[in-house]
């Protein structure tokens, strides 16, 4: 299991941007690929995004293909969550997570570590 921190969230007007970003300070994060996910109360964990461990992979649910963006930065030990064009449906607490062995990037209980979440809301 690796420690990892999220941080970037706050309160933005629709179709402002954030970027969230999920550090992993202590040993091993780079050999992880990371996902992000979001939950609203009384919804089920919602998966957004993930990136593999050497940057070669990226994975985007539906409903944010086009407007977030993933990417890491390995020498940081730190993933990004670029997210454009935001919608009040956006609001939630946003989770990074990893997982050594994904073989299905959907799938909550593949991931080995998440972090405390970071809260989002987007106003209309």
């Known amino acids: 299991q690796v420690q990892l921190v999220e941080s970037g969230g706050g309160l933005v007007q629709a179709g402002g941007s954030l970027r969230l970003s999920c550090t992993g300070p202590g040993r091993g994060f780079n050999d992880y690929h990371v996902g992000w996910w979001r939950h609203t109360p009384g919804i089920e964990y919602e998966f957004v995004g993930g990136?593999?461990?050497?940057?070669?992979?990226?994975e985007y649910a539906d409903s944010v293909k086009g407007r977030f963006t993933i990417s890491r930065d390995n020498a940081k030990k730190t993933v990004y969550l670029e997210m454009d064009t935001l919608r009040p449906e956006d609001t939630a607490t946003y989770y990074c997570?990893?997982?050594?062995?994904?073989?299905?990037?959907?799938?909550?209980?593949?991931?080995?570590?998440w972090g405390q979440g970071t809260q989002v809301t987007v106003s209309s």
């Open positions: 990136i593999s461990r050497n940057a070669g992979r990226r």
């Open positions: 997570a990893a997982g050594y062995f994904l073989t299905n990037w959907t799938n909550s209980a593949m991931y080995e570590s």
